[in-house]
């Protein structure tokens, strides 16, 4: 293996970072039309998510699907409401093509009046799930693995929505 010059290359992290903790917990489901999602709140634990912050990412979800903005055939799936410093993400994920995750990416200021927008893609290179996300993530992957790998009936489906992620809390 022709490895290159390392101290070259990967150098993304700005000097005098450090790396925190951060608090990931399970909210109360969202049932949307031709959807049912899990909730998970993740939070630094000096500014968790308050109520008002849940409710009004509830809204506006619910208002992009009477929109038709999002659009929804009987999936299963979850959302991560993310505290990631001055804005909130808004991350909805859906299960299609039997293995696939779907996501779509909003975000709003902190404290803004601002309505959620979609995250824009200005290449074809764009971020996806973050260090402390992908907890999260990587629970729902393995709780979809045990899903696809049962009877897919009503009680498979149930131990799904109830198969729960939380760290840190």
Same mark, same amino acid.
């Given at each position: 293996?022709?490895?290159? %010059?390392? !101290? ?37 634990? !000096? ?7 849940? %409710? ?36 909805? *994920? *859906?299960?299609?093509? *039997?293995? #696939? ?10 404290? $803004? ?8 893609? #200005? *290449?074809? $290179? ?26 897919? !009936?009503?009680?498979?489906?149930? %131990?799904?929505? $109830? ?7």
């Amino acid at each position: 293996m022709n490895i290159p %010059a390392l !101290d070259t290359i990967g150098n993304v992290v700005p000097e005098g970072y450090q790396y925190y903790a951060k608090i990931t917990t399970a909210g109360h489901d969202l049932s949307l039309p031709g959807a049912y999602l899990k909730w998970y709140n993740l939070y630094p634990a !000096d500014a968790p998510i308050t109520p008002e912050q849940d %409710a009004e990412s509830r809204a506006f979800l619910a208002e992009e699907v009477a929109a038709g903005r999002v659009k929804f055939v009987g999936e299963l799936g979850f959302i991560i409401l993310h505290r990631a410093g001055s804005v909130l993400l808004l991350l909805l *994920t *859906t299960w299609r093509n *039997t293995n #696939e995750m779907w996501e779509v990416a909003y975000y709003k200021p902190v404290g $803004q009046p601002d309505r959620y927008a979609l995250i824009p893609a #200005e *290449t074809s $290179q764009r971020g996806t799930y973050c260090v402390w996300e992908l907890a999260a993530v990587w629970h729902e992957r393995h709780a979809w693995v045990r899903f696809l790998s049962s009877a897919r !009936d009503h009680a498979a489906k149930l %131990a799904y929505i $109830q198969d729960r992620f939380s760290e840190g809390a």
